[in-house]
């Protein structure tokens, strides 16, 4: 069987969320499994010494032009929410926790997060939102809460943030296509012609 395509996102990337929008559909098309792997990519600009795309000179300037541009082009909604970028620790926290108990219900949690940050501008920084969120998919919030603050929790967000980047996963979105790395949203087109073509 194959191995799963890799999806790496921010939940504060704005290309994450319309790569979030395709990714499965794309995975179902050609019968892969995808694994959503939310991460921070603060730890990723730390190594790349790097910084958050809009507060860029003229680069910001371009990518507020894009994305509601791209957006419109897809059909989906796009706001941006305030704070941006904003903190995404807790979404990335309640994600595995939850990953490890019911990985469908997981992948909504993340889907129903990012698609609240940027498809309607609501602030999901802190853990109350991310709370109430998987409150809403019958995910205990108690519990939840419980495991955000949890040590074990918290080492495994760590050691995938560390993993991505030992993957060399410098952005957000990033997909892994049997090892295969494609960088960006933009990418999508290719991450599908590679899966149609075993590659070139």
């Known amino acids: 069987m194959a191995e799963p395509i890799e999806f790496y996102f921010d939940f504060s990337s704005p290309y994450g969320y319309l790569a979030a929008q395709r990714i499965d559909e794309i995975g ?10 939310p991460f921070l990519l603060g730890a990723v600009f730390k190594t790349t010494r790097s910084e958050p795309l809009l507060g860029i000179p003229m680069k910001g300037d371009y990518a507020r ?79 939840l809460g419980a495991a955000l603050q949890d040590p074990a929790v918290k080492d495994r967000l760590r050691a995938e943030v560390d993993e991505g980047i030992e993957k060399g996963v410098c952005g957000s979105p990033f997909v892994l296509v049997d090892g295969e790395p494609f960088w960006g949203h933009d990418r999508l087109d290719h991450v599908e012609k590679w899966l149609e073509t075993g590659g070139w």
Do not use: N
């Not at 179902?28 to 792997?37: D, I, S």
């Open 65 to 143: 032009i894009d994305l509601p541009r791209v957006a419109r082009l897809m059909g989906v909604p796009f706001a941006l929410p305030s704070p941006f970028p904003f903190m995404s620790v807790a979404a990335c926290r309640a994600f595995y926790w939850l990953s490890d108990r019911d990985p469908a219900k997981a992948k909504a949690l993340a889907k129903a997060i990012i698609d609240a940050s940027f498809g309607e501008g609501r602030d999901m920084s802190g853990a109350a939102a991310v709370l109430e969120t998987a409150g809403s998919l019958g995910v205990d919030p108690g519990q």
């Open 28 to 37: 179902e098309r050609h019968g892969r499994e995808v694994a959503w792997k």
